[in-house]
């Protein structure tokens, strides 16, 4: 049963939004002892698929409940180009939602927190009183706000089917295919996709047909009809009701008084639409600087520091980048990326690497490109700089 809150109680911090981000929020201040009220609409499991290297459950878990199992692994991750298939060498993982939603909600309640429905429809005081849409007043310390990012005008698309039938060779056992760009392959049929996939708890196996960035975004049932086709020539049948995907890459952060954090702090890396790692591990991190006293530029300076903007930086320039090539350009692109040291690869998967790093793979991937794919570089790099025309 959900507690009655008044508007004259007083919060160390209030959380809008009951994503990965704002739950690990409120569950990691409750847990130490801070007043918390998470506001969000519903506290439904969250439905999409999270995933994540097995390495980053790992730290996951280290900061969330330690030796608790919160997803399922994979010990091999396949990447297929036209020059082969790879092993990257780096385990891969599917978080177990359910797992992960109950445990905070647990750390939450067990710490004292309280859930208020409804959805937050302003700010004031300076970024320490909300209010809902039903009138409701509260204040706080620190207000934080997790409800996601904007539409934005690139974005990740993808069309998913959990499958019944022998996948074959597509998705090889024991491994996460993480990305297949012959599969789908299209020459007729552009912005590129690709074919994800993996093993599911309950025997199917979950295939995506997905695009990794466009702008305008890719229709879903083009994805639907590229991965139907797929199903039809293999003989698999669909097992469960399709997820669907939509990943903003461009989104602007949320700006007001609140302390943004996750997608609404524009920590979805621009490139690939991951986030689910990094809005996990920032619980601990808030909620031991409000505990230290920290005010609310103090924790928006250690969720969005100047070195990690640069590093989302080097990203966007990236995501724009891939946002001008074609199948086969994009095909090459990824053939060499994954050649290089798993270092200079890993550096650019993490919105957590210093933008040395990442700076450092962009320039290892230019020299290890053959002449085409150095010049269709080039061009993308000169269109992503090109200040953009706006209409008189």
Excluded at 153 to 174: F, H, I, K, N, Y
Excluded at 351 to 372: C, D, E, I, K
Aim: proline residues 7%; positive net charge.
């Amino acid at each position: 049963m959900t507690p009655t809150v008044s508007s004259r109680q007083r919060w160390d911090v209030v959380v809008a939004g009951a994503g990965p981000a704002g739950l690990a929020v409120a569950a990691a201040c409750a847990t130490r002892g801070l007043r918390v009220a998470l506001v969000a609409p519903h506290l439904r499991p969250w439905h999409q698929t999270y995933s994540l290297w097995a390495d980053e459950l790992d730290a996951v878990t280290t900061a969330l409940a330690p030796g608790t199992v919160l997803g399922a692994r994979y010990p091999a991750t396949v990447v297929r180009t036209s020059a082969g298939q790879r092993d990257l060498g780096r385990g891969y993982a599917r978080l177990h939602n359910d797992v992960v939603h109950g445990l905070l909600l647990d750390q939450l309640a067990t710490g004292g927190g309280v859930t208020v429905p409804g959805t937050v429809a302003g700010t004031r005081d300076d970024g320490r009183q909300v209010t809902l849409a039903d009138g409701t007043t509260l204040t706080a310390r620190l207000v934080v706000d997790a409800r996601g990012g904007g539409p934005g005008s690139a974005q990740q698309r993808a069309w998913g089917e959990r499958v019944a039938g022998d996948v074959g060779d597509l998705v090889p056992p024991g491994s996460a295919l993480f990305m297949d760009w012959v599969t789908l392959r299209d020459p007729a049929a552009q912005p590129p996709v690709f074919l994800y996939g993996m093993a599911l708890d309950d025997g199917t196996t979950l295939l995506e047909a997905t695009s990794l960035a466009a702008r305008p975004p890719v229709p879903l049932p083009h994805l639907r009809e590229r991965l139907h086709r797929l199903m039809a020539e293999t003989g698999l049948r669909t097992a469960e009701e399709p997820e669907k995907v939509a990943i903003p890459l461009d989104a602007a952060v949320r700006r007001g008084a609140g302390v943004p954090v996750g997608a609404a702090a524009g920590l979805v890396h621009p490139a690939t639409g991951y986030s689910v790692a990094t809005s996990l591990q920032t619980g601990g991190t808030v909620a031991d600087a409000v505990l230290a006293g920290a005010d609310a530029a103090a924790v928006r300076s250690l969720v969005r520091g100047a070195r990690r903007r640069a590093t989302l930086g080097l990203f966007a320039l990236g995501r724009e980048v891939l946002l001008g090539l074609d199948e086969e350009q994009t095909d090459t692109f990824f053939s060499t990326f994954f050649t290089l040291p798993p270092s200079a690869w890993n550096a650019y998967l993490d919105t957590g690497s210093p933008p040395s790093a990442v700076a450092a793979t962009m320039l290892r991937v230019a020299r290890a490109l053959p002449p085409s794919g150095r010049r269709f570089l080039a061009g993308g790099v000169a269109r992503a700089v090109r200040p953009r025309r706006v209409s008189p």
